[in-house]
C-alpha cells in the first residue's frame, strides 16, 4: 500500500477522536519508531510503496490508538531531555512538565556551594526512573538514588538506567511504610500521586484506562498523604540546608506551601508548568 494512503486512513479511523494534528503527530512518530522513514519522506516521495510487513506494525498501532492507547505505550519507548526512555503500562509516561522540574533542580545545584561536589540525591516513586537518570546524566558527580513500591516499576527503570548508561541505586519500598535511611541525602525529588479523584473527569481516556492508577490518584479526604509522608521523611533525612523539590497538583500549591513550613522548611518556591500552572516547589531544609 502506498503510505500515503495510510495516513488518509488513520485520519479517516482516528479524526473523530483525536485533533487532526496530533493525529498526524501518531503518524509520524509511527513511521519513524518502526520504519525510520522522516516526516517530510511524504514530499519526497508522494507515491512510496511499503510492503505487507512493513504496513502491519502501522496498523497495529492504529488499532491500539483507536482504543485509547498511549502512542509511547504501543512504540514502547518516550523521549525524556533528549534521551531514550522504555516505558509501559507498568509506569507514567514522562511528562513536559517534569523536564522542568529537573531542570530546575540541576540550576539549583550548579548555583551552590554544591556544584561539583559529590552529592546524594534520593528520587520517591520513581517510576520510569526519568528524574533520577536524568540527575544522574547531569551530575555525574552526584550518587543518586531512586525507590519505588512497584517491583515492574523498577524492572522497567533498571533498564532505562542501563540504556542511558547512569548508575542509580534502585529500592523496592512502601514510603508510606519506611523507616527512614542511616545517612543524609543533599537533595530530595518526588512526583508523587497527587491527582485527586474528583478531578477524574478532567483526565483523557488515554490516562485513565492505560496509565497506572497507583501512581496517578489519591483520595479526595487526603490528597496531601503522600507530600506529608516525604515532607516528614525529607525533614530527617535531608543535610542541614537540604533542598526539597516536588511536582504538585496545581490546585494544592497554597496547602503544599503551608505543609512545607509546618516542617521548618525555608526558601520556599513554587513555580509554574509550561502551561502555566503550579506545579512544582522547593523547600530549604533550616
Given at each position: 500500500?502506498?503510505?500515503?494512503?495510510?495516513?488518509?486512513?488513520?485520519?479517516?479511523?482516528?479524526?473523530?477522536?483525536?485533533?487532526?494534528?496530533?493525529?498526524?503527530?501518531?503518524?509520524?512518530?509511527?513511521?519513524?519508531?518502526?520504519?525510520?522513514?522522516?516526516?517530510?519522506?511524504?514530499?519526497?516521495q508522494?507515491?512510496?510503496?511499503?510492503?505487507?510487513?512493513?504496513?502491519?506494525?502501522?496498523?497495529?498501532?492504529?488499532?491500539?490508538?483507536?482504543?485509547?492507547?498511549?502512542?509511547?505505550?504501543?512504540?514502547?519507548?518516550?523521549?525524556?531531555?533528549?534521551?531514550?526512555?522504555?516505558?509501559?503500562?507498568?509506569?507514567?509516561?514522562?511528562?513536559?512538565?517534569?523536564?522542568?522540574?529537573?531542570?530546575?533542580?540541576?540550576?539549583?545545584?550548579?548555583?551552590?556551594?554544591?556544584?561539583?561536589?559529590?552529592?546524594?540525591?534520593?528520587?520517591?516513586?520513581?517510576?520510569?526512573?526519568?528524574?533520577?537518570?536524568?540527575?544522574?546524566?547531569?551530575?555525574?558527580?552526584?550518587?543518586?538514588?531512586?525507590?519505588?513500591?512497584?517491583?515492574?516499576?523498577?524492572?522497567?527503570?533498571?533498564?532505562?538506567?542501563?540504556?542511558?548508561?547512569?548508575?542509580?541505586?534502585?529500592?523496592?519500598?512502601?514510603?508510606?511504610?519506611?523507616?527512614?535511611?542511616a545517612?543524609?541525602?543533599?537533595?530530595?525529588?518526588?512526583?508523587?500521586?497527587?491527582?485527586?479523584?474528583?478531578?477524574?473527569?478532567?483526565?483523557?481516556?488515554?490516562?485513565?484506562?492505560?496509565?497506572?492508577?497507583?501512581?496517578?490518584?489519591?483520595s479526595?479526604?487526603?490528597?496531601?498523604?503522600?507530600?506529608?509522608?516525604?515532607?516528614?521523611?525529607a525533614?530527617e533525612?535531608?543535610?542541614?540546608?537540604?533542598?526539597?523539590?516536588?511536582?504538585?497538583?496545581?490546585?494544592?500549591?497554597?496547602?503544599?506551601?503551608?505543609?512545607?513550613?509546618?516542617?521548618?522548611?525555608s526558601?520556599?518556591?513554587?513555580?509554574?508548568?509550561?502551561?502555566?500552572?503550579?506545579?512544582?516547589?522547593?523547600?530549604?531544609?533550616?
Open positions: 500500500m502506498v503510505l500515503r494512503e495510510i495516513k488518509n486512513i488513520y485520519h479517516k479511523e482516528l479524526d473523530a477522536l483525536y485533533p487532526k494534528e496530533e493525529v498526524d503527530s501518531f503518524f509520524y512518530l509511527l513511521i519513524d519508531h518502526y520504519l525510520q522513514l522522516e516526516r517530510f519522506v511524504l514530499a519526497l508522494p507515491n512510496l510503496m511499503l510492503t505487507k510487513e512493513e504496513e502491519q506494525p502501522l496498523f497495529e498501532a492504529l488499532a491500539g490508538l483507536k482504543l485509547h492507547r498511549p502512542v509511547q505505550y504501543i512504540m514502547g519507548s518516550t523521549t525524556f531531555m533528549d534521551l531514550d526512555f522504555k516505558v509501559n503500562e507498568n509506569v507514567l509516561i514522562p511528562r513536559p512538565e517534569t523536564e522542568d522540574l529537573v531542570r530546575w533542580i540541576f540550576e539549583e545545584v550548579e548555583n551552590s556551594t554544591l556544584k561539583g561536589e559529590s552529592i546524594r540525591i534520593l528520587d520517591i516513586g520513581t517510576g520510569s526512573g526519568c528524574i533520577a537518570i536524568l540527575l544522574a546524566k547531569l551530575l555525574p558527580q552526584a550518587k543518586v538514588s531512586a525507590l519505588d513500591i512497584s517491583e515492574k516499576a523498577l524492572q522497567t527503570a533498571k533498564k532505562n538506567a542501563e540504556l542511558n548508561s547512569v548508575k542509580v541505586d534502585f529500592i523496592q519500598t512502601d514510603i508510606l511504610n519506611f523507616n527512614g535511611f545517612s543524609d541525602f543533599d537533595i530530595i525529588v518526588s512526583n508523587p500521586p497527587y491527582v485527586r479523584e474528583l478531578e477524574k473527569r478532567e483526565m483523557h481516556k488515554n490516562v485513565l484506562e492505560h496509565e497506572p492508577d497507583m501512581a496517578l490518584f489519591v479526595d479526604e487526603n490528597p496531601l498523604l503522600f507530600y506529608k509522608t516525604i515532607t516528614k521523611l525533614k533525612s535531608l543535610s542541614t540546608k537540604g533542598m526539597l523539590f516536588f511536582e504538585i497538583n496545581q490546585y494544592l500549591a497554597k496547602e503544599t506551601e503551608a505543609l512545607l513550613r509546618e516542617y521548618n522548611f526558601e520556599i518556591e513554587v513555580r509554574k508548568d509550561i502551561f502555566g500552572n503550579d506545579r512544582m516547589t522547593k523547600g530549604v531544609l533550616g
